[in-house]
């Protein structure tokens, strides 16, 4: 048991869809993380909140779109996705804010299909 | 070339087997974490290291920072610890991670 929970575990959506993965951490950390994982790829940060302030966009298209309504839940809510974008997304927590760095804290994924 | 390098990619060894893993980093770093990802893709974290050593029952990790050059070793390896290393970089300022591809480790019994 990590502290940090996604749902869902598995999803399959179309291309004109639209859906909203969600995470939520038990820790009371005040920072959380969204990371994309391909297929062959290394693991790469999308998006950064800290204090539910978004600190972090990497060059994320923007048809995934965060929301972070309070310091223990993290949304992504996608739209228009490409087949491209089908992936392993993850989420993480850790405390926030100087000195650092901190321990990150993952979620156990949502696996990503777009057909 | 990626600013974080693991060696090597794949590792098959035999039950009890001593298994290094190897990380090479190009930038200024204030911490390294080495993460393990089992099958389905949970990632738990195992060490944040930002000098020497840390060890945690079989699992030792080493950091030379001058050489930027990270290890992780596991002593008398166990078909349980098959799954991928992951070593991950936290640039000079904030807590941003940049990844290694990870390792692959088998452990056959």
């Known amino acids: 048991e990590t502290g940090v929970t996604q749902t869902p575990r598995h999803l399959v959506m179309g291309m004109t869809n639209k859906k909203s993965l969600k995470c939520e951490q038990h820790?009371?950390?005040?920072?959380m993380y969204w990371y994309k994982q391909s297929a062959k790829k290394p693991l790469e940060l999308m998006f950064v909140?800290?204090?539910?302030?978004?600190?972090e966009n990497n060059s994320v298209p923007s048809r995934f779109s965060p929301e972070c309504p309070n310091s223990s839940h993290l949304f992504l809510h996608l739209h228009t996705l490409q087949p491209e974008d089908s992936a392993l997304y993850l989420c993480?927590?850790?405390?926030?804010?100087?000195?650092?760095?901190?321990?990150?804290?993952f979620g156990p994924g949502t696996r990503l299909t777009v057909t | 070339k990626n600013e974080v390098e693991q060696s090597p990619q794949n590792l098959t060894a035999q039950e009890g087997e001593f298994i290094t893993i190897n990380c090479s980093y190009s930038?200024?770093?204030?911490?390294l974490h080495w993460l393990q990802q089992h099958p389905g893709g949970g990632i738990v974290s195992l060490f944040m290291?930002?000098?020497g050593k840390k060890k945690h029952g079989r699992l030792i990790a080493t950091i030379n920072i001058q050489e930027k050059h990270s290890s992780l070793h596991i002593t008398a390896s166990h078909p349980r610890d098959s799954a991928v290393y992951i070593c991950?970089?936290?640039?000079?300022?904030?807590?941003?991670?940049?990844f290694g591809g990870g390792t692959r480790v088998l452990v056959k019994p």
């Open positions: 930038v200024g770093i204030s911490a």
């Open positions: 290291l930002s000098s």
């Open positions: 909140y800290s204090l539910e302030e978004r600190v």
């Open positions: 820790l009371g950390h005040n920072a």
């Open positions: 991950a970089v936290v640039r000079a300022a904030g807590n941003k991670l940049t």
């Open positions: 993480a927590s850790s405390q926030g804010g100087c000195p650092g760095p901190y321990e990150q804290y």
